[in-house]
């Protein structure tokens, strides 16, 4: 499975991205879609994750402020953030949990990363 996350950049806090990230390869399935991030110095962190189903959650540092979507038929997730606050500033990752068979087990793959910078 391969993740390419784009969107990620340069903003001035009170500003808005949107992430995304499109899964290829030979997926059988997809569950769970989602985006984390790591802060200089500090673990990687949950942003918000969302099922296939659509059922989302997410980190309450960010909540009311970010949007996790999933497109099914492209194997795609975005994130959409606004009000981006300097404390956003993370290199984000989006993440999978995926079947490539339906005889296997499901497992977690992770994409490249992307940096987003918010200035104050």
């Known amino acids: 499975v391969q993740l390419q996350a784009s969107g990620g950049g340069l903003v001035q806090a009170g500003g808005s991205l949107r992430l995304s990230c499109a899964a290829s390869?030979?997926?059988?399935?997809?569950?769970?879609m989602g985006w984390y991030r790591q802060a200089p110095g500090k673990q990687r962190e949950l942003v918000a994750t969302?099922?296939?189903?659509?059922?989302?959650n997410y980190a309450d540092s960010v909540k009311g402020r970010f949007t996790i979507s999933r497109d099914n038929a492209k194997n795609t997730v975005y994130l959409q953030m606004n009000s981006l606050k300097p404390e956003d500033t993370a290199v984000y990752y989006c993440?999978?949990?995926?079947?490539?068979?339906?005889?296997?087990?499901?497992?977690?793959?992770w994409g490249q990363g992307t940096l987003v910078t918010v200035s104050s």
């Open positions: 993440n999978v949990r995926a079947r490539l068979n339906i005889n296997w087990a499901q497992s977690d793959y």
């Open positions: 390869g030979r997926i059988f399935s997809i569950n769970v």
């Open positions: 969302i099922t296939s189903g659509g059922a989302t």
